[in-house]
């Protein structure tokens, strides 16, 4: 399917008519302002220090030739219209998670995240040597993009829930927020599924419009503030085991760069990536014992609600074979995955397990 059709089915495709009333990127002499636009509320932790980091450190290597003016959501465009105002030439790149734009295509998913898919070092594997980076630019080609790993925040905690979740049942009518293929799982749970932007989550949940919400993890989540409005947390998440987050460039501006800005580009992206993943790794331990001290009641999902998120969740991630690219996708993503579980269970799994055991941890 072409790009105009996929524009023209998309949810939020009118948002991209409403793009073209932007200022057009700007262009100083002899250098070159990129205007960034986000899916993160400026101050979001972790996931607006990493769009930050990235446009830093771009501006940084470039000696400003390169210029990366960040406008989080809301400041130029909305949250979920970033992807099409960089599609129809109204901003240079986003920094944001693909799953929220699922109506553009579900191949989106793999490179975002799908349940019970890839942990960042998989991610790695697959989009570097395993057949990923080239299906991404097949991908967002479609669309005038171009996308580079450009931050993981590591396993997502299953949310906060005004009460406890014993059975799959305990799903049924629950006003949850949880984007993506996670969200299609939980709705064929028979939860009511929202999908709203981090900025908008904390009143969300304080007025009573959801019931409970995943968002991050302990660190990103404390400082959300989402132990104040309730204090059952599950930990672990069958949803997001190691999101990636994308620097989308529009592939005409990418075209146009020197290859040693593109080269800059990459090696910035990279580096967002590492360093994003490391900030929300060094973070949450010292975050979830604070939240535990202060009274919230840590969870998890008993194996009866497990098995349901994986029963739902192969017929979520089966939904959409029908396309050709998706399948493609799926079939190189999985294969990736295996081969990369197998050797971790051998080498760095089962290492794991005895290190914390003879440590005591």
């Known amino acids: 399917m072409d790009r105009r059709s996929f524009l023209k089915t998309s949810a939020l495709g009118g948002s991209a008519a409403a793009a073209t009333t932007l200022a057009a990127p700007a262009y100083a002499q002899g250098n070159r302002t990129l205007t960034l636009v986000t899916t993160w509320g400026r101050g979001l932790a972790g996931v607006h220090d990493s769009a930050q980091y990235c446009a830093d450190v771009i501006t940084a290597m470039t000696d400003g030739a390169l210029t990366v003016d960040l406008k989080a959501a809301g400041e130029l465009v909305g949250a979920f219209d970033v992807f099409d105002a960089v599609s129809a030439g109204q901003a240079d790149m986003y920094h944001g998670v693909d799953y929220y734009f699922l109506g553009q295509h579900p191949a989106l998913s793999f490179f975002s995240q799908i349940p019970f898919g890839m942990n960042f070092q998989e991610y790695a594997n697959w989009f570097h040597h395993d057949g990923g980076r080239e299906l991404a630019d097949e991908l967002y080609s479609i669309f005038g993009l171009k996308a580079f790993p450009a931050g993981n925040t590591g396993p997502q905690s299953g949310g906060w829930f005004n009460r406890e979740i014993n059975s799959p049942e305990d799903f049924q009518g629950l006003k949850f927020r949880m984007p993506g293929q996670g969200g299609e799982v939980l709705g064929k749970l028979g939860a009511s599924v929202q999908n709203l932007p981090g900025a908008e989550v904390y009143q969300a ?24 409005l309730t204090n059952i947390y599950y930990t672990a ?34 580096a967002s990536n590492i360093w994003t993943m490391s900030l929300f790794m060094a973070r949450n331990a010292a975050a979830l014992q604070r939240l535990q001290a202060g009274g919230v009641q840590l969870r998890e999902f008993p194996d009866s609600v497990w098995d349901a998120f994986g029963q739902a969740a192969e017929e979520v991630v089966a939904a959409s074979m029908g396309d050709d690219l998706y399948a493609r996708c799926y079939e190189s993503f999985n294969a990736s995955l295996e081969s990369s579980a197998a050797w971790n269970s051998r080498s760095q799994a089962a290492f794991s397990a005895q290190r914390d055991r003879v440590r005591g941890l």
């Open 205 to 228: 949940l304080a007025s009573g419009a959801i019931d409970g919400t995943e968002w991050i993890g302990p660190w990103a989540d404390e400082t959300a503030g989402f132990q104040e």
């Open 237 to 270: 998440g069958f949803h997001e085991p190691g999101p990636n987050l994308n620097l989308t460039m529009s592939l005409e501006v990418w075209d146009s760069l020197s290859p040693a800005h593109q080269a800059i580009i990459e090696n910035a992206t990279s």
